[in-house]
T-cell receptor, first 113, second 114 residues
Framework: AQRVTQPEKLLSVFKGAPVELKCNYS??????LFWYVQYSRQRLQLLLR??SRESIKGFTADLNKGETSFHLKKPFAQEEDSAMYYC???????????????FGQGTILTVHP | ETGVTQTPRHLVMGMTNKKSLKCEQH?????MYWYKQSAKKPLELMFV???????ENNSVPSRFSPECPNSSHLFLHLHTLQPEDSALYLC?????????????FGPGTRLTVL
């Protein structure tokens, strides 16, 4: 079975401080990992995916297969980063022939001025 | 309207009612999804359709009945629901079913079952 765990339901930082949102996963195969974000009054949208190895809005995430983690990091948080962040895993566990997306419980990030 | 739209945005129904949720995507995608978002649980995948064919029924009770008449429209028919079914129901679409395909979400329908 595939599982995603985000241990922090709430995370508060001050503007300019570094931020790290934790994500751990459980999956027997080779996973595809994503971070989705939901800003206030907006719909859920993709922030970044591990295979792209890109930085979006200053955020990066590195897949660590040894620790089965995909933590989201930003060196200097901004107030506009306040949102709900979901880590998600796509895999074909269970014999399915497609990438089934499994979400973590989400972390609400609040960046204070 | 662009992207993924859902109607209605809010719905209140009794346990004996029958109602339907509608989702429409204007992105030319081939796959569509229903998710349930409860207050204290992660986003849960309910159904997946690819080219109008259901490819996943994630152990969802039969009181939820999906319908996909074409690749642009997806319905969720509701009947004899329970109060614990109250949640935000999200529709999403993607180009295909590949694991790397980004899913585009609608705004959701907030369902309250009395």
């Amino acid at each position: 079975a595939q599982r995603v765990t985000q241990p922090e339901k709430l995370l508060s930082v001050f503007k300019g401080a570094p931020v790290e949102l934790k994500c751990n996963y459980s999956y027997s195969g080779s996973p595809e990992l994503f971070w989705y974000v939901q800003y206030s009054r907006q719909r859920l949208q993709l922030l970044l995916r591990h295979i792209s190895r890109e930085s979006i809005k200053g955020f990066t995430a590195d897949l660590n297969k040894g620790e089965t983690s995909f933590h989201l990091k930003k060196p200097f948080a901004q107030e506009e980063d306040s949102a709900m962040y979901y880590c998600a895993l796509s895999g074909n566990a269970g014999g399915t022939s497609y990438g089934k997306l499994t979400f973590g419980q989400g972390t609400i990030l609040t960046v204070h001025p | 309207e662009t992207g993924v739209t859902q109607t209605p945005r809010h719905l209140v129904m009794g346990m004996t009612n029958k109602k339907s949720l509608k989702c429409e995507q204007h992105l030319g995608h081939n796959a569509m999804y229903w998710y349930k978002q409860s207050a204290k649980k992660p986003l849960e995948l309910m159904f997946v359709y690819s080219l109008e064919e259901r490819v996943e029924n994630n152990s969802v009770p039969s009181r939820f009945s999906p319908e996909c008449p074409n690749s642009s429209h997806l319905f969720l028919h509701l009947h004899t629901l329970q109060p614990e079914d109250s949640a935000l129901y999200l529709c999403a679409s993607s180009q295909g079913l590949a694991g790397l395909d980004e899913q585009f979400f609608g705004p959701g329908t907030r369902l309250t079952v009395l």
